[in-house]
């Protein structure tokens, strides 16, 4: 058992963080790889997956986690094409788990991947960080949050706002206008219950992401909020196939999400293939910013959280999740180096701190 610590790395010439610095941060044992330029619909290409993992081996690291395969609108939407998307997807699996690949995170939200208000909030010492005001979020236009996004992320395209997804913006709004929770929780299950038989029969096991912040935005729907719908959302296929990315930045920032007890009910199903961990400060609900993973700079007990994990006899893959910028690196806001290295000593030392407790 033990948490397998791994490290996001955005693939092929979509990151300056070479693979050789990541190797040398201690207990790494992989990279959380992606191909950054493949469309949600679109199947990845086999060679282009195995020269991804040739890289990655020849760097002295596993490629055995991917995030994220995209999911199309259609297949959230339950619209005319999610059949024809849906077989695109169980070829992608085919071809990762050939590959190796033991871990596909994916999420359900509609329409936009995480949504923050700022890419670069100053903290009190000097570094930034991602942060989210609900008032200004919501008083937005879409629209121009996404414009506003391109710009500031340094000309690094951010997970899930890749300008091409985003020019039916308004198109995919008027879509989603008679979708309600119930529907997509259907069109999950739809999902679900097409590529769950592949992924059993291959040894992959699909790892919803919690939508990020766990509550509606713009008026879409959004289900990997919490508990309960978490609860749901696995009796939709009941198999280990079919588990959770537990982010604890993500489910944590709505303060009536008590990570650790989530984290000790689902670790102990045997249903959380992944962890995120970071933690994030709350100043009210709705008004949050990210943090170093230390639990006194944050809101979230990062030694409660591990404990968890280790208490109920977690052997899945972990990473740091967003860290801060600090020492003038330049990098994709929250996907620094130096904060995420810093995240892993951390997280590593409070699992051998817990574990040799827990022995003598
Ligand atoms: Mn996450």
New binding site residues.
Partial sequence: MGMHMTFRWYGPGHDNIPLSHIRQIPGITGVVATLMDKQAGEVWPEDEIQAMKKQVEDAGLRMEVIESVNVHEDIKLGGGRRDEYIENYITTIRRLAKAGVKVICYNFMPVFDWIRSDLAKPLADGSTVLAYDGDRIEAADPLRLVESFAKESGGFSLPGWEPERLKELTSLFDQYRHLDADMLFDNLGYFLRAIVPVCEETGVRMAI?PD?PPWPIYGLPRIVTGEKNLERLLALVDSPANSL?L?T??LGSNPDNDMPAILRKFSGMGRIAFA?I?NIKIERKGLFHESSHLSSDGSLDMYEVVKALYDTGFDGYVRP?HGRMIWDENGRPGYGLYDRALGIAYLNGLWEAIEKADRN
């Fill in positions: 992401h990020d990315t982010c930045g993500s995120h970071r999740d």
